[in-house]
Protein backbone atom coordinates (compact mmCIF):
# COMPACT_ATOMS: atom_id res chain seq x y z
CA UNK A 1 0.00 0.00 0.00
CA UNK A 2 2.54 2.67 0.83
CA UNK A 3 4.59 2.38 -2.15
CA UNK A 4 1.39 3.10 -4.04
CA UNK A 5 0.98 6.06 -2.36
CA UNK A 6 4.42 7.01 -2.18
CA UNK A 7 5.00 7.30 -5.58
CA UNK A 8 2.99 10.46 -5.94
CA UNK A 9 5.52 12.20 -3.43
CA UNK A 10 8.23 10.87 -5.36
CA UNK A 11 11.01 13.44 -5.49
CA UNK A 12 9.20 15.69 -2.46
CA UNK A 13 10.51 13.78 0.43
CA UNK A 14 8.97 16.63 2.97
CA UNK A 15 5.80 15.75 1.48
CA UNK A 16 6.02 12.32 1.59
CA UNK A 17 6.90 12.82 5.15
CA UNK A 18 3.70 14.66 5.52
CA UNK A 19 1.93 11.53 3.93
CA UNK A 20 3.68 9.07 5.63
CA UNK A 21 2.45 10.85 9.21
CA UNK A 22 -1.61 11.66 7.73
CA UNK A 23 -1.28 7.57 7.47
CA UNK A 24 0.67 6.74 10.80
CA UNK A 25 -1.75 8.78 13.29
CA UNK A 26 -5.01 8.52 10.67
CA UNK A 27 -5.72 12.61 10.39
CA UNK A 28 -7.77 12.18 7.08
CA UNK A 29 -8.26 15.58 4.37
CA UNK A 30 -12.03 17.08 4.47
CA UNK A 31 -12.06 20.23 2.48
CA UNK A 32 -8.83 21.05 1.84
CA UNK A 33 -8.24 20.96 5.64
CA UNK A 34 -6.24 18.25 7.74
CA UNK A 35 -8.63 16.45 10.29
CA UNK A 36 -8.53 14.45 13.54
CA UNK A 37 -11.51 12.90 13.39
CA UNK A 38 -13.88 16.31 13.57
CA UNK A 39 -11.09 18.60 14.97
CA UNK A 40 -9.90 20.64 12.25
CA UNK A 41 -5.97 20.77 13.01
CA UNK A 42 -3.58 23.83 11.66
CA UNK A 43 -1.09 23.65 9.14
CA UNK A 44 1.70 25.25 11.12
CA UNK A 45 0.93 23.55 14.37
CA UNK A 46 1.60 20.57 12.29
CA UNK A 47 4.25 21.69 10.02
CA UNK A 48 5.93 22.88 13.24
CA UNK A 49 5.42 19.06 15.13
CA UNK A 50 7.06 17.67 11.71
CA UNK A 51 9.28 20.40 11.36
CA UNK A 52 9.64 21.42 8.01
CA UNK A 53 7.73 24.46 6.44
CA UNK A 54 3.65 24.72 6.19
CA UNK A 55 4.34 24.60 2.46
CA UNK A 56 4.82 21.35 2.40
CA UNK A 57 1.85 20.63 4.55
CA UNK A 58 -0.54 22.19 1.61
CA UNK A 59 1.38 20.88 -1.35
CA UNK A 60 0.62 17.77 0.48
CA UNK A 61 -3.24 18.31 0.71
CA UNK A 62 -3.01 19.82 -2.99
CA UNK A 63 -1.54 16.35 -4.11
CA UNK A 64 -3.95 14.33 -2.34
CA UNK A 65 -6.98 16.30 -3.42
CA UNK A 66 -5.96 16.58 -6.70
CA UNK A 67 -5.56 12.55 -7.20
CA UNK A 68 -8.32 10.37 -6.96
CA UNK A 69 -6.42 7.45 -5.71
CA UNK A 70 -4.67 9.12 -2.85
CA UNK A 71 -8.42 11.28 -2.05
CA UNK A 72 -9.96 8.05 -1.59
CA UNK A 73 -7.69 6.60 1.03
CA UNK A 74 -6.73 10.27 3.33
CA UNK A 75 -10.38 10.99 3.11
CA UNK A 76 -11.75 7.94 5.24
CA UNK A 77 -8.52 7.70 7.59
CA UNK A 78 -9.71 7.58 11.33
CA UNK A 79 -7.27 8.12 14.57
CA UNK A 80 -7.12 5.24 16.98
CA UNK A 81 -7.22 4.91 20.86
CA UNK A 82 -4.13 2.92 21.49
CA UNK A 83 -4.34 1.63 25.12
CA UNK A 84 -1.23 0.67 25.78
CA UNK A 85 0.16 3.27 27.63
CA UNK A 86 -3.32 3.74 29.97
CA UNK A 87 -3.16 0.03 30.48
CA UNK A 88 -1.27 -0.41 33.90
CA UNK A 89 -3.22 2.25 35.18
CA UNK A 90 -6.38 0.18 34.56
CA UNK A 91 -4.03 -3.04 35.97
CA UNK A 92 -4.49 -4.49 32.45
CA UNK A 93 -2.02 -6.07 31.15
CA UNK A 94 0.32 -5.25 27.96
CA UNK A 95 2.40 -7.78 25.75
CA UNK A 96 4.26 -6.03 22.97
CA UNK A 97 5.80 -8.35 19.89
CA UNK A 98 8.65 -7.92 18.00
CA UNK A 99 7.87 -9.85 15.07
CA UNK A 100 11.01 -11.74 13.02
CA UNK A 101 8.99 -10.58 9.77
CA UNK A 102 6.36 -8.35 9.95
CA UNK A 103 4.64 -9.92 6.66
CA UNK A 104 4.76 -12.63 8.22
CA UNK A 105 0.88 -14.10 8.39
CA UNK A 106 -0.30 -16.05 11.39
CA UNK A 107 1.49 -14.00 14.54
CA UNK A 108 -1.36 -12.27 15.73
CA UNK A 109 -3.35 -15.72 15.42
CA UNK A 110 -0.59 -17.73 17.38
CA UNK A 111 -0.55 -15.13 20.09
CA UNK A 112 -3.96 -14.47 20.37
CA UNK A 113 -4.20 -17.97 20.97
CA UNK A 114 -2.20 -18.91 23.63
CA UNK A 115 -4.26 -15.60 25.58
CA UNK A 116 -7.52 -17.33 24.57
CA UNK A 117 -6.60 -20.79 25.72
CA UNK A 118 -5.39 -19.05 29.03
CA UNK A 119 -8.79 -17.51 29.82
CA UNK A 120 -7.67 -13.86 29.13
CA UNK A 121 -9.92 -11.48 27.38
CA UNK A 122 -8.25 -9.03 25.11
CA UNK A 123 -9.60 -5.73 25.12
CA UNK A 124 -7.44 -4.53 21.96
CA UNK A 125 -4.64 -5.31 19.52
CA UNK A 126 -2.63 -3.06 17.27
CA UNK A 127 -0.12 -3.88 14.90
CA UNK A 128 1.90 -1.25 13.40
CA UNK A 129 1.42 -1.54 9.59
CA UNK A 130 5.38 -2.71 8.40
CA UNK A 131 5.34 -0.58 5.35
CA UNK A 132 4.89 2.33 7.00
CA UNK A 133 6.70 1.65 10.83
CA UNK A 134 10.03 1.80 10.70
CA UNK A 135 10.48 -0.81 13.50
CA UNK A 136 6.36 -2.40 13.36
CA UNK A 137 5.47 -4.03 16.51
CA UNK A 138 2.05 -5.82 17.69
CA UNK A 139 0.41 -4.47 21.09
CA UNK A 140 -1.83 -6.87 22.52
CA UNK A 141 -3.57 -5.32 25.59
CA UNK A 142 -5.26 -7.47 27.93
CA UNK A 143 -8.21 -7.77 30.39
CA UNK A 144 -5.63 -8.90 33.53
CA UNK A 145 -1.97 -8.86 33.63
CA UNK A 146 0.02 -11.52 31.68
CA UNK A 147 1.26 -14.71 34.35
CA UNK A 148 4.57 -15.28 33.96
CA UNK A 149 4.61 -18.86 33.09
CA UNK A 150 2.94 -17.28 29.62
CA UNK A 151 5.99 -15.89 28.40
CA UNK A 152 8.04 -18.83 27.37
CA UNK A 153 4.75 -19.85 25.54
CA UNK A 154 4.38 -16.80 23.79
CA UNK A 155 8.26 -16.51 22.56
CA UNK A 156 7.69 -19.91 20.84
CA UNK A 157 4.57 -18.42 19.07
CA UNK A 158 4.63 -18.17 15.08
CA UNK A 159 6.99 -15.17 13.52
CA UNK A 160 7.83 -14.09 17.01
CA UNK A 161 11.43 -12.58 17.66
CA UNK A 162 11.20 -11.01 21.09
CA UNK A 163 8.51 -10.09 23.90
CA UNK A 164 8.01 -7.62 25.89
CA UNK A 165 5.98 -7.39 28.93
CA UNK A 166 4.10 -4.43 30.98
Known sequence: MW?????????????RK??????????KIKNNKIYCGE??????????ALDID?????ATI??????PELHQIFSKLAPTCHLKDVAPNMKWGVIEII??????????ADVATIIANNKISIRQSIVDDFEISEEPRLFIVTEKLI?????????KAKGVKAVLIY
Not at 62 to 67: A, L, P, R, T, W
Request: charged share 35%; net charge positive.
Open 3 to 15: QDIAKYFKGYPKR
Open 18 to 27: VAQKLLEYGL
Open 39 to 48: IELSDSKIAR
Open 54 to 58: RRSIK
Open 62 to 67: DVIVKE
Open 99 to 108: PEDPSMPGIL
Open 147 to 155: PGSLIPKIR
